[in-house]
């Protein structure tokens, strides 16, 4: 059997009908950019694979030093022990934060960083005696695919068969200036019972790409804590350099309570999330009654070795040249973005940093969306691009380390597909 033939036999893959979906492609090597499949042939990996590699596949110093922490320390219990990676990732990792973020917690993805968030927000409350119950969220939001994570995101086709075992949270528009006098309202007859309010700051990824503005965003957030509401910042998505700055936070004028972060964390190398919070929330926990602990956590908290990688990420990340490659691509994003506006079959056209995304217009229905998307999914396949559109959302999220080339081979590419797709 071929490795296709092995994959079907025994894998159930993510997000996939498994009766209709094509084989999968078998990938052999990574190497800065570009997947290798098993025939040889190479694909320039557009959506870093699904948004976690920030500097290319099988980066040599991530690798190295991955390798040498293997052969010390590979794991340890987080509970009553310690080690230098997560000391130092933690030391590192909040120098960049607001300056509000003082303590880190681990796990190991961008899901159980939400679950940890809600739950230090709900037991904050419940710790000082006060009945706050309540959830804020935005229409269309994504946290993630655990059942915490679920309730906190936008009802979809995603959800629907749990949604009766979903909590109840009270979902709002996101800001523009001319809503938010209405949204403001919305929140403050219910802001007495609100634990926090959740956000995908800035880019709501999962939900096709959509945005809102830095100043708008942060006049609701100052809002809620006026009323006493707790900040969730979800950075999963923009963390790391994905918006042109370091975090979100970098755009906004008010800072949250708690911040969570994956994807890019590790570079795409492994996986884990971290929840980072205030000391106001920190201190909430603190007390000889053991019903106050945070009673949260994971076999493999802190891994020392996801630890590592992120530590190498951050020190490439945080390089001259890495930070030109973002300002590089974000320069192009954007100059590419005046020539797609003038496209006839694209709109919404929207950019911040190196996020670039389109809606190809159609006046089709919903399942035609579809249909389109997987169409053009296949085309850039064959054009040796990974391109994954959400519907008909069609988007770019490179790798920093992608030149100058290679994405004029990318908008080369998408023009002559659009072209060819004119209906
Ligand atoms: C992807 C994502 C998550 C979930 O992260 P996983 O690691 O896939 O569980 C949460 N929040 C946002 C904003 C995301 O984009």
Redesign the pocket.
Known sequence: MNLQQRDRAVNWHPYTQMKTAEDAIPIVKGKGVYLFDDEGKQYIDAVSSW?VTLHGHAHPYIAQRVSEQLNTLEQVIFAGFTHEPAIQLSENLLQLLPDNQEKVFYSD??????EVALKMCIQFSYNQEKEKTKILAFKNA?????FG?MSVSGRSVWTKPFGDMLFDVVFIDTPTSDNLKILKSQIKEIADEVACFIY?PLVQ??AGMLMHNPEDLSELMKFCREQNILLVQ?E???GFGRTGKLFAADYLTEKPDIM?F??GLTGGTM?M?ITTSSNEIFNAFLSEDKYKTLFHGHSFTANPLACTAALASMELLLKAETQESIQLISKKHYEFSQTLRQHPQVENVRQIGTILAWDFKTEHGTSYFNTIGKHFYKEFLNKGIIMRPLGNVMYLVPPYCITAEELDYIYQTILQVLTTNLN
């Not at 994504?142 to 655990?146: L, P």
């Open positions: 948004w993805n961008g899901s159980t960083a939400v994504y946290h993630g695919d655990t994570a995908e990824g999962a979800d999963v998505f923009t969570c994956s994807k996986p999330g």
